[in-house]
């Protein structure tokens, strides 16, 4: 008897995407739906969208959604979820969002251990607005607004969410992980996994921040953005698991 | 039974909100509107709610776009610098037509300005403060009685409406302690099946969005929302008048400077001087046609105000320029006396070769 053995999540509408070739937001897109399938809670998740490429990510996503000012999600995410405590309330975020404009909110959530899950991918530049600078570009990297490369002297070093978030008591997992190969998709899923379930247990804020490529913003093909990504980013945005606590129950 | 109890303006909102069913605020604090947050600090968790302090206005006000996309009713309060802050996020409460309501306790400005009360809000409450073509439907109370009536009201026409409401205030009536009843305040309650509350049994997604990258579509939303806005227009107009009948001068003033105002409208009419009061009570929508209507038959107008005058625009609009609008204001947290309108009123019937 036949069996499928690989079909679009649930959690996921059935339309084509606006990601360029090469763009790892649909494969990220692809991690959390599955997440949300297999943890059975489509009917209940609430999820926070961003501004930048993954603006219209609430158009993929089959769930119940709102779309946030540039940053603010986490505030957003706090509202809904202190609305509706036993619903699963997630926000998906970039690093110009995330890291930049939206800095506060985040650190501030993750501080009062607000009960939800960030999905935060890092591609190392603002994509949407046409690739400039973002607080995670690399040193020396060129980029729209950093045009004779990313100054150290004026532009300061790369922002390493991640373990700035994990110094935090009420952050209660915060992994860094990679879609670049199948090993790290592997890895990557697990990781959204287990942020989605802190959250259904109610332990406290959870973060996966995913490195990922922005081919198109980089210059690069596809392949060359992810050669790209594993020897300039993965040394500076190194994979783990930075905090994982069990919560008092 | 009616019973009254004496409390601060900044309570009474708190008060009315919590029985118009409030069981979110998110807020940061500033003077004069302390009074608020500590309120619905002290009293959310009585009723099962939700306080939260937010890390800042912006925070706060996006906390509200969330919950009040989310189905609740919501509310957040401010002073001045505070509101300048939130205008990003009420744009966007506007735009995804969301119900909520916004207290803003004014102080003087620009900039930090000072601490004691003031006006100088009105053209940023009224005509925008955020991007885009929207409205917030403002209500000004003047009196502690007022600020609970209009809260359980702003509660109401938010969720009727879905709009964000404004209560413009000022630290004069947030810090004012009088009597004020909370009986027989009705409280309307409206279903929100548009509201994200997780799928549940529905077959289709509730979204909140407010990006339109369609510019037809974008159209098609301005267009739907000036629609509400002229329904506003026409049926949420509020106002009040005294002795306008047979008043050769209307004094026009909304919230603390209205008492001011009357004050000083007694002083005249005891000596003889025809002059009437003319409140508003929404300032957006503002009762245009019935401030037109009542000073059909004065020879002047006399617009008082916290602020340089930014009002006396949309008195002038009202009643298209056909007579002599004068200003008398305060600014920089200054209050005037009954006797310094009265001065003015004198004035300007000095100048008709009147009294
Ligand atoms: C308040 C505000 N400032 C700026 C913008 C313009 N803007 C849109 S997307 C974006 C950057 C997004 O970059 P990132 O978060 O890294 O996401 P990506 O597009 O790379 O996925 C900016 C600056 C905006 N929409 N709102
Ligand atoms: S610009 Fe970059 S981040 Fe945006 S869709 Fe294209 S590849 Fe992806």
Same mark, same amino acid.
Request: aromatic share 8%; glycine share 10%.
């Given at each position: ?6 079909a ?10 606006h ?20 943890l ?7 999820g ?5 490429c ?19 999600a ?15 309330v997630?926000?998906y ?28 991918v890092n ?10 600078m ?8 060129v ?14 070093s ?29 890895? @990557? !899923? +697990?990781?959204? *996994?287990?942020?989605?379930?802190? #959250? ?6 959870a973060?996966? &921040?995913? %490195? ?10 596809p392949?060359? @953005? !992810? +050669?790209?990504? *594993?020897?300039?980013?993965?040394? #500076? ?8 606590? &069990?919560? %008092?129950q | ?26 807020g940061?604090?500033i ?8 309120y ?50 009420i ?7 969301l119900?909520?309501?916004?207290v ?18 009105y ?29 359980v ?10 709009n ?15 009597p ?6 009705p409280?309307?309650?409206?279903e ?10 529905r077959?289709?997604?509730?979204q909140?969005?407010?990006?339109r ?39 026009v ?9 009357y ?17 508003p009570i929404t ?11 009542a ?5 002047a ?8 005058g ?29 006797q ?9 019937f000095?100048?008709?070769g009147?009294k």
């Amino acid at each position: 008897m036949a069996e499928k053995l690989f079909a679009r999540p649930q959690s996921l509408v059935d339309v084509s995407s606006h990601y360029c070739p090469g763009c790892q937001h649909g494969i990220i897109h692809r991690l959390v739906a599955e997440v949300i399938d297999e943890l059975g809670i489509q009917k209940k998740t609430i999820g926070v969208v961003p501004v930048g490429c993954s603006v219209l990510a609430d158009q993929y996503f089959n769930i119940d959604s709102q779309q946030a000012a540039h940053g603010r999600a986490p505030a957003v995410a706090t509202g809904i979820k202190r609305v509706h405590p036993e619903n699963v309330v997630f926000t998906y975020q970039g690093d110009g969002d995330i890291a930049a404009i939206g800095m506060a909110e985040v650190v501030h959530a993750a501080a009062r251990g607000e009960k939800i899950t960030t999905i935060f991918v890092n591609n190392a530049i603002y994509g949407m607005t046409g690739g400039q600078m973002a607080p995670t570009t690399l040193v020396n990297q060129v980029t729209a607004t950093s045009p004779y490369g990313r100054q150290l002297s004026s532009a300061g070093s790369p922002i390493r969410l991640s373990e700035l978030l994990a110094t935090l008591d009420g952050a209660k997992y915060i992994a860094r992980v990679s879609v670049n190969d199948p090993a790290n998709m592997t890895k @990557a !899923k +697990k990781a959204i *996994k287990t942020a989605f379930e802190v #959250q259904i247990r109610g332990e406290g804020f959870a973060l996966v &921040e995913v %490195v990922a490529t922005c081919p198109t913003n980089w210059g690069k093909s596809p392949v060359e @953005a !992810k +050669k790209w990504l *594993k020897e300039n980013m993965l040394p #500076q945005f190194p994979l783990g698991v930075y905090k994982n606590i &069990e919560g %008092v129950q | 039974m009616s019973e009254k109890v004496l409390m601060k303006g900044n309570e009474a909102i708190g008060e009315a909100a919590v029985i118009a069913g409030c069981r979110y605020y998110f807020g940061y604090p500033i003077t004069p509107q302390s009074e608020l947050i500590e309120y619905m600090a002290k009293r959310l968790p009585q009723v099962q709610g939700v306080f939260l302090q937010a890390e800042s206005e912006i925070a706060a006000i996006n906390m509200v776009y969330g919950a009040a996309g989310a189905g609740a009713r919501v509310m957040t309060s401010s002073s001045s610098p505070g509101v300048s802050l939130k205008q990003e996020g009420i744009s966007y409460i506007a735009a995804g037509e969301l119900p909520c309501v916004i207290v803003n306790i004014m102080r003087g400005g620009p900039g930090l300005g000072g601490i004691q009360p003031g006006q100088g809000d009105y053209f940023q409450a009224t005509k925008g403060g955020g991007h885009g073509d929207y409205h917030c439907i403002v209500v000004a109370p003047n009196s502690v009685q007022e600020m609970a009536e209009l809260t359980v009201h702003a509660f109401n026409i938010a969720d009727q409406y879905r709009n964000p409401v404004m209560i413009l205030g000022d630290g004069a009536l947030g810090q004012m302690m009088e009597p004020v009843d909370f009986h027989d305040l009705p409280v309307i309650p409206v279903e929100k099946p548009w509201a994200t509350t997780g799928m549940g049994e529905r077959e289709q997604p509730n979204q909140i969005d407010t990006l339109r990258l369609n510019p037809e579509k974008l159209e098609e939303v301005n267009n739907t929302l000036q629609k509400k806005y002229a329904l506003l227009q026409e049926r949420e107009v509020r106002w009040e008048e005294t002795f306008t009948a047979d008043a050769e001068l209307v004094l026009v003033a909304y919230g603390i400077s209205s008492r001011i105002a009357y004050s000083a409208m007694e002083l005249a009419r005891e000596k003889g001087y025809k002059v009437g009061l003319f409140r508003p009570i929404t300032l957006w929508p503002f009762p245009k046609a019935a401030l037109e209507k009542a000073v059909d038959k004065a020879a002047a107008v006399l617009t008082l105000e916290l602020s340089a005058g930014q009002m006396v625009e949309d008195v002038n609009l009202a009643i298209r320029c056909s007579k002599p609008v004068h200003f008398y204001g305060r600014t920089g947290g200054m209050m005037m006396s009954p006797q310094d309108v009265f001065d003015q009123i004198v004035k300007i019937f000095a100048t008709k070769g009147g009294k």
